[in-house]
């Protein structure tokens, strides 16, 4: 079975630092990664995804993450935060088929909230 | 363009209260999906339909049911509800399931409280 552990509950930033989200993911067979981000009182809205082509993946709003096989990661970073990024992020892995009825499930890690200080 | 539309937005019961969530999109997608999320815990997968006229349990079906009701419709059932499932539900649906790949679409959420 899959499953993601997303290290940190909580990540605080200076406003213009760099953002870095920490993912690490288990899976029995190559994994398809995503990035969510939901704002408050609203649902998930995807960032980005790795599907097997490029490493590093760029997604929305100057955020890109690295696909890292021998360490088992998929950290998200950003160079220099906004305001506007403050918001809960999700890893969360799927396969294709792995035997064991876990196909095209999405499991997420359990959340970071970024705070992003002025 | 709506997306994926659940409704009620809030809804709190007594323990023992039966009430069905529902949702739809409007994206012609094959699968839907239903989520719970709660504090620390992520979100976990309650249900999901992969296409249209089937429905498999997630990690986590105890205490629901759901119907598949047409390509759009997707609805989840709390026949007796219990404290236990005051959370922020959440229905999403994807092209394709059996992929893997797509991308989930997510809906708004509805916010249960069951006292």
């Known amino acids: 079975a899959q499953s993601v552990t997303q290290l940190g509950s909580h990540v605080s930033v200076s406003e213009g630092a760099l953002v870095l989200l920490r993912c690490n993911y288990s899976?029995?067979?190559?994994?398809?990664l995503f990035w969510y981000v939901q704002y408050p009182n609203q649902g998930l809205q995807l960032l980005l995804k790795?599907?097997?082509?490029?490493?590093l993946v760029k997604g929305i709003n100057g955020f890109e993450a690295e696909f890292k096989k021998s360490e088992t990661s998929f950290h998200l970073t950003k160079p220099s935060a906004h305001m506007s990024d403050a918001a809960e992020y999700f890893c969360a892995v799927s396969v294709a088929y792995d035997g064991s009825g876990n196909t095209g499930k999405l499991i997420f890690g359990q959340g970071t909230t970024l705070q992003v200080k002025p | 363009n709506a997306g994926v539309t659940q409704t009620p937005k809030f809804q709190v019961l007594k323990t023992g209260q039966s009430m069905t969530l529902q949702c739809a999109q409007d994206?012609?997608?094959?699968?839907m999906y239903w989520y719970r999320q709660d504090p620390g815990m992520g979100l976990r997968l309650i249900y999901y339909?992969?296409?249209?006229?089937?429905?498999d349990k997630g990690e986590v079906p105890n205490g629901y049911n759901v119907s598949r009701l047409n390509k759009r419709e997707f609805s989840l059932r709390l026949e007796s509800a219990a404290p236990s499932q005051t959370s922020v539900y959440f229905c999403?649906?994807?092209?394709?399931?059996?992929?893997?790949?797509?991308?989930?679409?997510f809906g708004n959420g509805t916010r249960l409280t069951v006292t």
């Open positions: 999403a649906s994807s092209p394709r399931h059996i992929s893997g790949n797509s991308p989930l679409h």
């Open positions: 994206m012609n997608h094959n699968s």
């Open positions: 899976s029995s067979v190559p994994p398809y």
């Open positions: 790795y599907t097997s082509a490029a490493t």
């Open positions: 339909s992969a296409s249209e006229g089937t429905t």
